[in-house]
Each structure stands twice: as structure tokens, then as C-alpha cells.
């Protein structure tokens, strides 16, 4: 219901990261399947969760005698290992090992080397498809006789940069992230409390505003936004607030709201 409130088209998602299954995390992924039945979907769709995912759709399947027509694909992450789970053209995910009640893991959205731009102020007229996809792979262009026609440096200009997005909800605090999260442009952590109930926090393998920028410094990450927050807080003012004592760059997650990381 979110997504159509935002105008989301549903048809451009094909791959769905659930990090564990407590309920505030999948329980719309029923109604969302259905949706996308109902949309006549016939795309594959494909969904990564730890155990127990698919057992409980076929569950629901089954008693409600409902099957969509598109293919699902269930691919069961393990929670303790971080592995790259998909891969195309332009980027990867990687499973990142978080510390919860149940198996939880969180996701490291990593953008490959991209190409090299061609210069259009200063290109020639004339040279092949083959010689601008040597271009883009950073060659130079040569003539019949093998010697350089062109530098690649003066008919192009460097690549934009990769980027990199870590989701981390659920979880306590731990530094085992740190490895994973080094020097990426945006992380999301979940700051369920505040310092004032840090022990509800431990006890309940949550994590503070504090620990989440704690977590975003040591990583030296670009920016941080927090989420996850517990409904006992009316005002998330003072959660920011705490987040920036320790890590200025930080921001609320906010519903609805883009982020834009800059190539
Ligand atoms: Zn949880
Ligand atoms: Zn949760």
C-alpha cells in the first residue's frame, strides 16, 4: 500500500532482500505477490531470506488455493557467512552477518567499476562500435596497422564513481560490521532507542541512535540514516541528536523520503 501511495512501480522490482523474519520486516510480501498476480505480473520474481520463507508462503498458497502464474524463486541466505548473493552488469549484493534474536542479515549494495565516459566535445567522426566499446573499456585506438591512432585519455574521460549502500536492521551493536562497512557513501542502521534505555536495547538485540554512529564513525562511512525507530518515541529529534554528537552527517529515515547518493 506504501509503495502504490509512492508511486512505486511494481514491475521494475524483480529481486526482494528480506534480512529475517520478524514481522514488521516480510508480513507485507503476502499482499504484495497477490498485488502482482492481480497486475498480471509475469516477470520472475525472486526473494532472498534465511529459512522458513518459503514454507510459510506456501503455506498461505496453499489455504487460500491461490498460485501466481510468475515464477518465485526462493534463495535462502545463510545468516552466519557474508556472500556475494547477486550479481549483474553494474553492481553486487553481499550478505552482511548481523547480530539478532533469529538469523539476520543485512545487505551491502556495491556498484562495479563503471566505464569510462567517451568525450563527445572531442570525438572523431568515423570510428566503429567496436573502437568506442574499446574506448569505454579504457583502450586506445589503434589503426590497420596496429599502431595508436588515439590515447584513450584524450578521447575520454574518467568513470563515474561506484557506490555503495549497507542496510543494517536488525541488530545489537557490534563491531564485527566494521569490516564490512568501511568507507561506504551511505549506510542505513537501525537505532531502535536511545542511550536512557540502552538496556533494553542489549536485552532485546536492538541497537541505540549512539551505537549506530559509534558504528557509522569507526567505518568512516559518508553518511548515515537511522531508522527503525520504537514507537515510544513521539519526537525523534533528540535521537538525530544524539546520533550527531558522535556523527554530524546523520539523518532520520523518513518515509516516503529520497536519498540521493552522488556518483
Ligand atoms: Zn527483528
Ligand atoms: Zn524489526
Known amino acids: 500500500m506504501q509503495m502504490m501511495h509512492y508511486q512505486i512501480n511494481f514491475h521494475r522490482i524483480n529481486h526482494i532482500f528480506i534480512s529475517h523474519l520478524h514481522g514488521d520486516h516480510y508480513l507485507g510480501l503476502m499482499g504484495l505477490i497477490f498485488t ?7 516477470n520472475d520474481l525472486h526473494l532472498y531470506c534465511h529459512d522458513g520463507l518459503d514454507e510459510i508462503l506456501i503455506t498461505q498458497f496453499r489455504h487460500s ?48 567499476v563503471k566505464p569510462r565516459r567517451i568525450d563527445k566535445r572531442v570525438l572523431p ?9 574499446g574506448l569505454k573499456a579504457g583502450k586506445d585506438v589503434v589503426d590497420d596497422k596496429g599502431s595508436i591512432a588515439y590515447r584513450n585519455s584524450d578521447l575520454t574521460l574518467p568513470p563515474r564513481r561506484s557506490r555503495a549502500y549497507a542496510y ?18 551511505l549506510l542505513y542502521h537501525e537505532a531502535t532507542f536511545m542511550l536512557d534505555e540502552e538496556s533494553k536495547a542489549r536485552e532485546t538485540l536492538h541497537s541505540t541512535a549512539y551505537d549506530a554512529a559509534t558504528i ?20 525523534l529529534d533528540p ?3 544524539e546520533a550527531q554528537d558522535v556523527f554530524p552527517n546523520a539523518a532520520l529515515a523518513t518515509e516516503g523520503e529520497t536519498y540521493i547518493v552522488e556518483e
Open 36 to 42: 502482482m498476480q492481480l497486475q498480471h505480473r509475469s
Open 65 to 112: 488455493r491461490f498460485m501466481p502464474e510468475y515464477e518465485i524463486h526462493y534463495h535462502k541466505l545463510q545468516p552466519n557467512e557474508s556472500k556475494v548473493i547477486y550479481e549483474d552488469d553494474a553492481l553486487t549484493v553481499q550478505t552482511i552477518p548481523l547480530v539478532h534474536a533469529i538469523p539476520c542479515s543485512g545487505f551491502l549494495f556495491r556498484e562495479k
Open 125 to 133: 567522426a568515423g570510428l566503429s562500435a567496436q573502437q568506442l566499446v
Open 168 to 185: 543494517c536492521s536488525d541488530t545489537a551493536f557490534t563491531e564485527t560490521l566494521l569490516p564490512h562497512l568501511q568507507d561506504v557513501d
Open 216 to 235: 557509522a564513525k569507526a567505518a568512516s562511512v559518508q553518511k548515515l540514516l537511522l531508522g527503525h525507530f520504537s514507537a515510544r518515541y513521539k519526537d
Open 239 to 241: 535521537l538525530l541528536r
